[in-house]
């Protein structure tokens, strides 16, 4: 049963890559198919006991399931740009989907299978993003609004992983989150208050009418809501490109501070 279950598992992966093996696509297609064959041989093969006890297949286990979403623009100018990027080995760099300025969905990995799209990030206490989440890129050079059918595009991806991998709203974040400092996507045009309005990500209510307590510590907030606060000026920063979209400043004004108090509440 447990080398059944393996088989068909690894099996249905070669068929998702067989899908799309023609096209000006079809060679980096046959290198996916060949590297997750690779990776059905090593799950299938015995692990070697340390020990020299044998070894005893358990007939309970499953997938790692993902458990974040991760939204990206690619900072570059064109969807064949960055799919040829990501097909190209010299990058190191993928993401499980890509979605032109037009709404076009790529997917690019199954959603089972690790992508390279993190690069050295912390959000909570989880230090390695890329195993326990999945990667989206939209088309876009840094710096120009996001098109509707490009945010529609996402929002119908964002609706099937949710519904498949039952992933909570506060864990659909940007890449500037979890890596402060180091990345500013999605720009700040990003529509992050429509995403939570359809439930995926968090935001701050409409009318703020809590005051903050004189013991409120903001840092503190911030590295409860997720953020790494190594350096606690690229948090705010982080925060303010997500939640406030002005002006970047790394100090919180009192707006600003009841903005995080209020989001505070949500994540504890």
């Given at each position: 049963?447990?080398?059944?279950?393996?088989?068909?598992?690894?099996?249905?992966l070669?068929?998702?890559?067989?899908?799309?093996?023609?096209?000006?696509?079809?060679?980096?297609?046959?290198?996916y198919?060949?590297k997750?064959?690779?990776l059905?041989?090593?799950?299938?093969?015995?692990?070697?006991?340390?020990?020299?006890?044998?070894?005893?297949g358990?007939?309970?286990f499953?997938?790692?399931?993902?458990?974040y979403?991760i939204?990206?623009h690619?900072?570059?100018?064109?969807?064949?740009?960055?799919?040829?990027?990501?097909?190209?080995?010299?990058?190191?760099?993928?993401?499980?989907?890509?979605?032109?300025r037009?709404?076009?969905?790529?997917?690019?990995?199954s959603?089972y299978l690790?992508?390279?799209?993190?690069?050295?990030?912390?959000?909570?206490?989880v230090?390695?993003?890329?195993?326990?989440?999945i990667?989206?890129?939209?088309?876009n050079?840094?710096?120009e609004?996001?098109?509707?059918?490009?945010?529609?595009?996402?929002?119908?991806?964002?609706?099937?992983?949710k519904k498949?991998?039952?992933?909570?709203?506060?864990?659909?974040?940007?890449?500037?989150?979890i890596?402060?400092?180091?990345?500013?996507?999605?720009?700040?045009?990003?529509?992050?208050?429509?995403?939570?309005?359809?439930?995926?990500?968090?935001?701050?209510?409409?009318v703020?009418?809590?005051?903050v307590?004189?013991?409120?510590?903001?840092?503190?907030?911030?590295?409860?809501?997720?953020?790494?606060?190594k350096?606690?000026?690229?948090?705010?920063?982080?925060?303010?490109?997500?939640?406030?979209?002005?002006?970047?400043?790394?100090?919180?004004?009192?707006?600003?501070?009841q903005?995080?108090f209020?989001?505070y509440?949500?994540?504890?």
């Amino acid at each position: 049963m447990l080398q059944k279950s393996i088989q068909l598992f690894f099996c249905g992966l070669i068929l998702v890559a067989m899908s799309c093996s023609s096209g000006p696509y079809g060679p980096t297609n046959k290198t996916y198919k060949s590297k997750t064959k690779e990776l059905g041989k090593t799950i299938r093969t015995t692990p070697l006991n340390p020990t020299g006890q044998d070894f005893v297949g358990t007939t309970n286990f499953g997938l790692r399931k993902p458990n974040y979403v991760i939204i990206h623009h690619t900072a570059q100018n064109s969807t064949e740009q960055t799919l040829k990027t990501f097909t190209t080995p010299k990058t190191q760099v993928s993401a499980h989907y890509v979605i032109g300025r037009d709404g076009v969905i790529y997917q690019m990995l199954s959603d089972y299978l690790r992508a390279w799209h993190g690069g050295a990030a912390k959000w909570g206490n989880v230090t390695d993003i890329n195993s326990s989440s999945i990667g989206i890129e939209l088309d876009n050079n840094g710096f120009e609004p996001f098109s509707e059918a490009q945010i529609n595009g996402l929002l119908t991806v964002l609706a099937n992983l949710k519904k498949t991998h039952t992933i909570p709203a506060a864990n659909f974040i940007g890449h500037s989150d979890i890596a402060p400092g180091r990345k500013v996507d999605p720009n700040i045009t990003f529509p992050w208050k429509k995403l939570a309005e359809n439930g995926y990500g968090l935001w701050q209510d409409q009318v703020l009418t809590d005051s903050v307590p004189e013991t409120f510590n903001p840092i503190e907030a911030l590295r409860i809501i997720g953020y790494d606060i190594k350096n606690p000026e690229n948090a705010i920063k982080s925060f303010q490109l997500h939640f406030v979209q002005k002006e970047l400043t790394g100090i919180l004004n009192e707006e600003e501070k009841q903005i995080l108090f209020n989001l505070y509440k949500k994540y504890l």
